[in-house]
């Protein structure tokens, strides 16, 4: 009877607080609202970085060779950076699928290709993975990982939940003021450089109507630079979303060309110094369009 009592005190210390590793800053912004000081939150990539290519840093590695779970974007956005340093890391807790928390199955993804040829260029299989930059699956997300804490760290389960439901209540607020933030640019034209922002634009009910790049993942050139300055000429988009870690060169071109409003926009927490956390990196992805 000692000897259980003994168990469950070790159990119930060395649970007390659990390590989680995760892909992207926003992610660790949910964490942290939902696990508040249960939860150790090791972030790989930074938000200024290209999410599709983080370099691989023997630091990330130690990352998630100390983490009893990890939670990722998926839809493939990890695919070219992730299962290399999870293999160098050989955390045999991360290689069980319960630990292992996958985003992009708990939100209806867009974009889907209907092949994947090379003529699509560097298409994401699932479809698009940049899900968050809809502030409406925000709530969706947070539920998951309250879920998935809930599973990991049973002894503070209430406590997730409760977390969740006043993140929950102030998100709904955040939402509606940005909906009617938002009202006036819908049905407005807009362009981006790669589509990261498109869940965005869906959510406010605008369109885009050209890239950049000529093909996901592919940079620009000049004949494809010509066309879309043609096209916006003729569609006059009100702004072009660029994000921070392709280069603007051409983006100011175009823009020098056209006229038209080249707004540089965080897609991630810590991608600019006003994006601090999920809150404020809407808000000031909002501010720059308006
Ligand atoms: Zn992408």
Redesign the pocket.
Known sequence: MKFLLFLTLIFTFSYAKITVAVSYPYIASLVDSIGGDNVDINTLAQGNWDP?FVSPKPSLIVKLRNADALIINGGD?EIGWLPPLLEKASNSRLNQSANVLDLSRKVALIDVPKSMGRENGDV?ADG???FHLDPHNIPLLAEAVSVFLSQKDPLNASQYRKNLTVFKQQWTIHLKHWDSQMAPLRGKNIVQY???FNYFIRAYGMKSIGTIEPL?GIPPSSSHTMQLIALMNEKKPFCIMHDVYHPTKTGEFISDKTGIKLAILPHDVGATSSATELYTLFASIIQALR
Do not use: F, I, K
């Open positions: 599709h956005l994401h698009n993975p940049h790669h589509p990261v996901a």
